[in-house]
């Protein structure tokens, strides 16, 4: 009796640290040319020169209005559409990977 119970301890202990260490919860996408529109008006779009696949893509977005280059915060964009907590992450941090989550 005392193995079943030990056993089914060590079983339970090692299910709870395969668990994440912080769940969040989605929050929603990014329309990146929404987010130029939202920081820097309605001439602005958003641009990335690099392949779809391309590894960290992610980072290479900005805001153009075909003469001038401006910063993207995705980070503002989650705030601001979701909510002042929500917070954005590229997961797999090609060019489509950006989304919104709430820790």
Do not use: E
């Not at 005392?2 to 079983?11: L, Q």
């Not at 919860?25 to 958003?46: D, E, L, P, R, Y």
């Amino acid at each position: 009796m005392f193995a079943c119970h030990t056993i089914i301890g060590v079983v339970a202990s090692l299910a709870m640290l395969a668990a994440p260490v912080s769940a969040r919860t989605w929050a929603g996408g990014v329309n990146m040319n929404t987010a130029c529109v939202s920081q820097w008006g309605v001439s602005f779009h958003a641009q990335n020169d690099k392949a779809d696949n391309a590894a960290n893509s992610a980072y290479n977005w900005y805001c153009t209005d075909g003469n001038n280059q401006r910063n993207l915060d995705v980070g503002a964009f989650c705030a601001g559409r979701y909510g002042g907590n929500a917070y954005a992450d590229p997961q797999g941090k090609k060019k489509y990977d950006w989304g919104c989550y709430y820790p």
